[in-house]
T-cell receptor, first 114, second 111 residues
Framework: ETGVTQSPTHLIKTRGQQVTLRCSSQ?????VSWYQQALGQGPQFIFQ???????GRGNFPPRFSGLQFPNYSSELNVNALELDDSALYLC?????????????FGPGTRLTVL | KQEVTQIPAALSVPEGENLVLNCSFT??????LQWFRQDPGKGLTSLLL?????REQTSGRLNASLDKSSGRSTLYIAASQPGDSATYLC??????????FGTGTRLTVIP
């Protein structure tokens, strides 16, 4: 059974640019959630995708958007990058909605915005 | 909104000691509570999941308890080892589509 994978591992961008992060869910899981973890903080929920539709969103602006594909993999897109977007971005998959099922996390993508 | 607090923020213990990490949450209407381990700069590894109807879960040297009515959970680590050094995060499943995290306890086990 393949676990949750994320790409790329590290990314460096400049302010104002756009970035796309990718996540492959664990086999058999139909839900992907994205989290932002700033240094020294706990992860903060960005949004969740369930059966290819956004199903719940945290306190993040519209420049954070996403997609889920028929194979349940997912992308996180961030437009107009700001310095405060520098963080570890974590993807988690589950067999059902995030709040009620066990979450399995990927290794994360470290984004640095200069 | 669910608020999750973890105490202490950091803990340093000698190898072999038993220890307890604490997690509290403000809204008792939860689906589950999950404990994770995070090594520096890495993703999260799930340690234990307690459903809201359960009181505790055990895995090896780890035991997690849940008292929903008081909004508390503890993670007990027996006979600590240097390899246990990491940040431990608790997360509460509250609402159908959200997981609320604490800020973690950074554990150092001294050989």
């Amino acid at each position: 059974e393949t676990g949750v994978t994320q790409s790329p591992t590290h990314l460096i961008k400049t302010r104002g640019q756009q970035v796309t992060l990718r996540c492959s869910s664990q086999s058999g899981h139909n839900t992907v959630s994205w989290y932002q973890q700033a240094l020294g903080q706990g992860p903060q929920f960005i949004f969740q995708y369930y059966r290819e539709e956004e199903n719940g969103r945290g306190n993040f602006p519209p420049r954070f958007s996403g997609l889920q594909f028929p194979n349940y993999s997912s992308e996180l897109n961030v437009n107009a990058l700001e310095l405060d977007d520098s963080a570890l971005y974590l993807c988690a998959s589950s067999a059902g909605l995030a709040g009620s099922r066990e979450q399995f996390f990927g290794p994360g993508t470290r984004l640095t915005v200069l | 909104k669910q608020e999750v607090t973890q105490i202490p923020a950091a803990l340093s213990v000698p190898e072999g000691e038993n220890l307890v990490l604490n997690c509290s949450f403000t809204d008792s209407a939860i689906y589950n509570l999950q404990w994770f381990r995070q090594d520096p700069g890495k993703g999260l590894t799930s340690l234990l999941l307690i459903q809201s109807s359960q009181r505790e879960q055990t895995s090896g040297r780890l035991n997690a308890s849940l008292d929903k009515s008081s909004g508390r959970s503890t993670l007990y680590i027996a006979a600590s080892q240097p390899g246990d050094s990491a940040t431990y995060l608790c997360a509460v499943g509250s609402g159908a589509n959200n997981l609320f995290f604490g800020t973690g306890t950074r554990l150092t086990v001294i050989p």
